[in-house]
């Protein structure tokens, strides 16, 4: 029914998958993404196609069309600061509701290797999914932006 592709540096995707991965994250994140630059960034990130540690993005796809995606970073650390962060994640806004979501976080906690952290805005529905799948909260994020 579905079908899973994960992109990493052994396996990277052509310029035109890229793209439209792109698109998709920029588009289905809503006011809750970034540029599509960023985005690309992080992709290029997770297949090493730019100096980095890695790490991988996951596609979730029927029939051609994207469903969802998301994009782990590996931190090249370990122990306080987890093995790898979650940049992005997004599902279709047709298909919310559906478990889409929740398997695309499954497939991604069993590809990645170590611990998982991410960023959500407290406002950000898909907090509620993170906590159900045993992510928590015990750090309080402040930042200094120059």
């Given at each position: 029914?579905?079908?899973?592709?994960?992109?990493?540096?052994?396996?990277p995707?052509?310029?035109?998958?890229?793209?439209d991965?792109?698109?998709?994250?920029?588009?289905h994140?809503?006011q809750?993404?970034?540029?599509?630059?960023?985005?690309?960034?992080?992709?290029?990130?997770?297949?090493?196609?730019?100096?980095?540690?890695?790490?991988?993005?996951?596609?979730?796809?029927?029939?051609?069309?994207?469903?969802?995606?998301?994009?782990?970073?590996?931190?090249?650390?370990?122990?306080?600061?987890?093995?790898?962060?979650?940049?992005?994640?997004?599902?279709?806004?047709?298909?919310?509701?559906?478990?889409?979501?929740?398997?695309?976080?499954?497939?991604?906690?069993?590809?990645?290797?170590?611990?998982?952290?991410?960023?959500?805005?407290?406002?950000?529905?898909?907090?509620?999914?993170?906590?159900?799948?045993?992510?928590?909260?015990?750090?309080?994020?402040?930042?200094?932006?120059?």
């Amino acid at each position: 029914m579905f079908k899973t592709t994960i992109y990493n540096a052994f396996n990277p995707p052509g310029e035109i998958e890229k793209q439209d991965i792109t698109r998709f994250l920029y588009n289905h994140l809503e006011q809750f993404g970034d540029p599509p630059a960023d985005i690309q960034r992080a992709i290029d990130y997770s297949i090493k196609a730019i100096g980095s540690f890695g790490g991988f993005t996951l596609i979730l796809s029927h029939e051609d069309n994207i469903l969802g995606a998301c994009v782990v970073n590996q931190t090249g650390m370990s122990g306080y600061i987890p093995e790898n962060i979650l940049v992005y994640i997004a599902t279709h806004r047709d298909h919310r509701g559906k478990g889409l979501g929740k398997l695309v976080m499954n497939k991604a906690i069993e590809q990645a290797k170590g611990d998982i952290a991410l960023h959500v805005e407290a406002n950000n529905p898909a907090r509620y999914l993170y906590e159900k799948l045993g992510f928590t909260n015990p750090y309080l994020e402040m930042r200094l932006k120059k």
